[in-house]
């Protein structure tokens, strides 16, 4: 059965940093796309960032560009999202999600990946 389990939200100070993980069981993450989706109450949901399975190629939305950064790590089958100078705009719903056939380039669309982890709770506030 194909998972994704993100883990590393919480509350944190403005200013403040957390560490994502979107840990996937039951497929090699390596060949899957990854991206990272935000909710807050009330809005839509966000294509925040995604990271490319052939070349790591990676995006960001504009709100994001400078303080989020993705990455993977094969050997632990885990996508990471470093979240610097958190904002309390950033508080949210962070959900990870998998494909095997979107490449990372100018967007990050929720309609476009198969798999959803069940997402983990960010709150930035004093």
């Known amino acids: 059965q194909l998972q994704l389990v993100e883990s590393g939200g919480g509350l944190v100070q403005p200013g403040g940093s957390l560490r994502l993980s979107c840990v996937a069981t039951?497929?090699?993450?390596?060949?899957?796309?990854i991206g990272w989706f935000r909710q807050a109450p009330g809005k839509d949901r966000e294509g925040v960032a995604c990271?490319?399975?052939?070349?790591?190629?990676?995006y960001y939305v504009d709100s994001v560009k400078g303080r989020f950064s993705i990455s993977r790590d094969n050997a632990e089958n885990t996508v990471y999202l470093q979240m610097n100078s958190l904002k309390a705009k950033d508080t949210a719903v962070y959900s990870c999600?998998?494909?095997?056939?979107?490449?990372?380039?100018?967007?990050?669309?929720?309609?476009?990946?198969?798999?959803w982890g069940q997402g983990t709770q960010v709150t930035v506030s004093s």
């Open positions: 990271i490319s399975s052939v070349d790591d190629n990676t």
């Open positions: 999600a998998g494909d095997a056939l979107v490449y990372c380039r100018e967007n990050v669309k929720g309609d476009e990946y198969d798999y």
């Open positions: 039951g497929f090699f993450l390596d060949y899957y796309a």
